[in-house]
């Protein structure tokens, strides 16, 4: 009798499991890629507090995570696109005629030095809801940490908030990529 009840608490024991969604405890923070400079192909941010990473498959094989840095009509031009395809969020970050500087911080505001072809700007957007953008006023920072132009490589950290067109804020926080960049 008494192995038939042990036999029966080890057999619950071992039928139980805990679920993912029982699995609170992780820190969005900590599901994001480590902050890296060696061209991983990895980006990842929180976006009000949830995990934002480049997932999912798009139509014809499209990148769910890319950048470019190019010199185009006299001046370099940045883009970084992370978009989670999976839940239609994508965070979107670039420049125009901003030649980039490793180790250097910029604004993320949309005109820099009074000049609207000299700018630098961030968004978000979920496909099913609404659009939100930095600003002169509503801002954030992106910080290159690698820039190997030999390479490929840009590596760097960033952060903003945006705004949508009724006004409502979005905060960005704990981004990070590093990745091969398009020439």
């Not at 619950?12 to 480590?34: E, G, Y």
């Not at 929180?46 to 006299?74: E, M, S, T």
């Not at 490929?152 to 804020?169: L, M, Q, R, Y």
Request: include cysteine; aromatic fraction near 12%.
């Amino acid at each position: 009798m008494k192995q038939t009840i042990l036999f029966v608490l080890l057999l619950m024991l071992f039928n139980c499991h805990r679920s993912s969604s029982d699995d609170d405890t992780t820190i969005p923070v900590d599901q994001l890629p480590a902050t890296t400079q060696t061209g991983a192909n990895t980006a990842g941010c929180l976006v009000n507090g949830k995990v934002l990473l480049p997932r999912g498959q798009k139509p014809q094989n499209g990148p769910v995570l890319a950048a470019f840095y190019q010199f185009i009509d006299g001046g370099y031009h940045f883009g970084l696109g992370i978009e989670d395809y999976t839940n239609s969020k994508t965070v979107a970050i670039g420049s125009h005629n901003i030649t980039l500087e490793q180790g250097k911080t910029y604004s993320l505001a949309e005109n820099l030095n009074d000049d609207s072809a000299v700018n630098m700007y961030a968004n978000y957007w979920d496909y099913k809801t609404t659009f939100y953008s930095t600003s002169d006023i509503v801002t954030g920072e992106i910080k290159i940490t690698r820039l190997d132009t030999s390479k490929f490589i840009i590596s760097g950290t960033f952060w903003f908030d945006a705004v949508n067109a009724n006004g409502e804020k979005i905060e960005v926080r704990e981004g990070r990529f590093d990745l091969h960049y398009a020439p």
